[in-house]
């Protein structure tokens, strides 16, 4: 046993970036397979493919999908980088692959903020593969592709850049977090506020928070200037305190994200205030709604990825309170199972690739 505990924490960096490359594959054959055999739909692959594609290729912003300008929908200034990638496969997988790779590999910081924090390559290791096996990042490749996941990718970036003290590296991750998704204003306001309860950040996190709800107020109106009608988004704010709470719990699919949110990691980040209050931001901007929304409250789509670095840094919070290492260990290790046993019992995504009836060619798809 301390043979395999001495491996795994000498080799811990590369068997993390083995995992990364494997879960590369893992996620895009996921996705592709969907795609082709026609389980992918105009909602949102066929709208960011025409959208990428045109920017790519420097033609307009219409969009045909959503008869408006692209931005009438959501304010993503980052697609037209995203058209540049088309030059290296032009083709709508490559969205799919590049989406499966940024989300993969996004397990690092996690892992340098774990390692740095918890004293542990075992428990950092143990807790970015947790974090990467996330039910919402899982739903949220397996939708289709969607610039939010690619955002989660990048608010983990950030929020190892903050942590690390990398300060330029930091504001241009910021920078480019806001323009992935409107609403990224709000999540990176919800990563402030985990970092607002460490007595070195609570500055930085009063000044990051104002300025991501800001930044989302003002992208909110910037798109509804492109829509013919308006900002689609915009939640039904409750009548009181008690209507809030009970609009956050008031639907099955509504509990169910909730449940999978916390039983994925062992109901730990219930303990840290900051990644409840995250989390609670979050959810509020969808569970508000009203019913014409209802599919944003779903845990099976790409809205609850945004979920997974709120919930990670919040187990790490909780973890380093311990402070023995052995304890962090053997609780990470734990952890893991856990979410290996909520894997198999709430059949996640991922099983779908050990079903040979996922991997088979009907002859209507021939046809077709």
């Known amino acids: 046993m301390k043979n395999i505990e001495k491996f795994i924490s000498k080799h811990s960096f590369v068997l993390l970036l083995i995992w990364c490359f494997v879960l590369t594959i893992l996620y895009s054959t996921l996705s592709i397979l969907r795609h082709n055999h026609f389980q992918s739909g105009g909602f949102d692959l066929g709208l960011y493919d025409q959208a990428v594609w045109k920017f790519g290729h420097l033609q307009d912003a219409y969009n045909t999908v959503k008869q408006r300008i692209i931005f009438g929908d959501h304010l993503i200034l980052t697609l037209p980088i995203f058209g540049l990638l088309f030059y290296l496969w032009d083709d709508v997988r ?29 428990a950092a290791i143990c807790i970015a593969v947790i974090y990467s096996l996330f039910y919402g990042i899982q739903y949220g490749v397996y939708f289709d592709f969607h610039p939010i996941i690619v955002g989660v990718a990048i608010l983990s970036w950030l929020a190892y850049f903050w942590e690390s003290k990398k300060t330029a590296l930091f504001w241009i991750t910021f920078v480019i977090a806001l323009a992935t998704q409107e609403n990224m204003g709000i999540a990176v306001a919800g990563l402030a506020a985990l970092f607002f309860f460490r007595k070195q950040h ?30 689609e988004y915009l939640p039904q704010l409750p009548k009181n305190i008690s209507d809030l709470f009970l609009r956050l719990f008031d639907s099955e699919e509504k509990r169910l994200v909730w449940l999978y949110s916390y039983a994925n990691m062992g109901f730990i980040p219930l303990f840290s205030f900051g990644s409840l209050i995250a989390v609670f931001a979050d959810l509020s901007q969808y569970f508000v709604t ?79």
């Open 94 to 122: 490559l969205l799919l692959v590049m989406q499966a790779g940024a989300i993969a590999f996004s397990a690092i910081p996690i892992f340098l903020i774990a390692k740095r924090r918890l004293g542990s390559k075992i």
């Open 202 to 231: 609570w500055k930085q996190a009063i000044i990051v928070g104002i300025v991501g709800i800001a930044y989302s107020f003002i992208a909110t109106k910037i798109s509804a200037t492109f829509s013919p009608v308006g900002y």
């Open 290 to 368: 009203g019913p014409e929304f209802s599919r944003m409250w779903s845990p099976f789509m790409h809205h609850r990825a945004i979920l997974a670095p709120f919930l990670i840094l919040g187990t790490i919070d909780v973890l380093q309170r311990i402070k023995i290492i052995k304890v962090i260990t053997i609780i990470s290790v734990i952890l893991l199972v856990i979410t290996i046993v909520t894997q198999y019992y709430f059949h996640f995504p991922l099983n779908k690739l050990v079903k040979s009836d996922y991997w088979k060619e009907e002859a209507w798809m021939n046809d077709t």
